[in-house]
């Protein structure tokens, strides 16, 4: 099979480009390297550099392309508060951008990176796919635009799509010298380094936590799942477990060795309370479940942080 993963040389796409060339998949990957890595795309896959909103770009990505799986995008949160509309460009125009490429070139499938924050503060938790989505970001509204656009191509166009709603995803590769850098590197940069890790808010906010391998573990379920389960379908992706912040912590200080002695700030705009997966929709559809527990694959992350970002 011939695949396109676009954010190849991001955290999560390129465990996805590996395990797909250690399968023996053909696989080419787009990426800007606006925040992905070029060290980081896997050695035999083919690299193309560039915007996913650049519709030439994408086209030559994507020709002989059977499954697409798009992952390129401008995360986090606190970044499109700041530069919404640079994230719309890169998420929505980007995703139209890809979407329309892929229908062109006569892919089959299409899978499609989206997100808990779709649905906010959900009332209902741990929250199913059906719950009311109230969007508190800009990051949330495009990857809902996203999610929109992944069903009309459905219904109007000869290409599957399935979207997939990650929550907080961890793993080795996810780096903590960004100033957009998701709180499990920074915790254990943190603590790793001896200083007192950052808690926006008082620490009782919760969330889902799923390692890397699973969410690789479920594209690859939804690209081979039969069309009547899969196509046009919004799927969440996680363990279906909620840990608070200082839950983390207490984790993180347990494998590392230490007490973590956080220092407390304000919320950060556009955080949700509590955010936790009702998983059972996935494994109906796709027959996937979460493997890797949270103590297992923090293990894995400061393994992977002691080796590549070692301290003094």
């Not at 465990?15 to 795309?41: F, Y």
């Not at 363990?239 to 984790?251: I, K, M, N, P, T």
């Not at 493997?291 to 293990?299: C, F």
């Amino acid at each position: 099979m011939r695949a396109l993963v676009t954010g190849g040389a991001g955290f999560i796409g390129s465990h996805l480009a590996a395990t797909l060339i250690e399968r023996g998949d053909d696989v080419v990957v787009l990426d800007s390297l606006a925040t992905g890595h070029r060290d980081n795309v896997p050695e035999g896959a083919a690299f193309v550099e560039g915007s996913v909103a650049d519709p030439d770009v994408v086209a030559t990505a994507v020709a002989g392309c059977e499954v697409v799986f798009h992952l390129g995008a401008l995360g986090a949160v606190a970044r499109s508060v700041a530069e919404p509309l640079t994230s719309d460009t890169a998420n929505v125009r980007g995703t139209l951008a890809v979407l329309t490429a892929a229908r062109d070139a006569g892919v089959r499938r299409l899978m499609f990176a989206s997100s808990s924050s779709v649905y906010g503060g959900a009332e209902v938790v741990p929250t199913p796919e059906s719950a009311p989505l109230r969007p508190r970001s800009p990051y949330a509204v495009t990857k809902l635009t996203g999610e929109h656009y992944c069903r009309v191509f459905a219904e109007l166009f000869e290409l599957e799509t399935v979207a997939l709603r990650y929550f907080n995803v961890f793993g080795p590769r996810q780096r903590p010298d960004s100033v957009y850098a998701a709180v499990i590197p920074l915790f254990a940069r943190a603590l790793l380094d001896g200083t007192r890790p950052f808690v926006h808010g008082d620490g009782q906010q919760s969330r889902d936590f799923t390692y890397v391998s699973d969410v690789v573990a479920a594209n690859l379920a939804a690209a081979d799942a039969p069309t009547a389960a899969a196509n046009g379908k919004v799927f969440n992706i996680a363990g279906g477990y909620q840990h608070s912040l200082l839950d983390l912590l207490a984790e993180l200080g347990r494998i590392v060795g230490t007490t973590p002695d956080p220092e407390f700030g304000q919320a950060r705009a556009g955080d949700v309370r509590h955010s936790c997966a009702d998983p059972r929709a996935a494994q109906d559809a796709l027959g996937f479940e979460c493997a890797v527990t949270l103590g297992t694959g923090l293990e894995r992350t400061i393994d992977w942080m002691r080796s590549q970002l070692p301290t003094p």
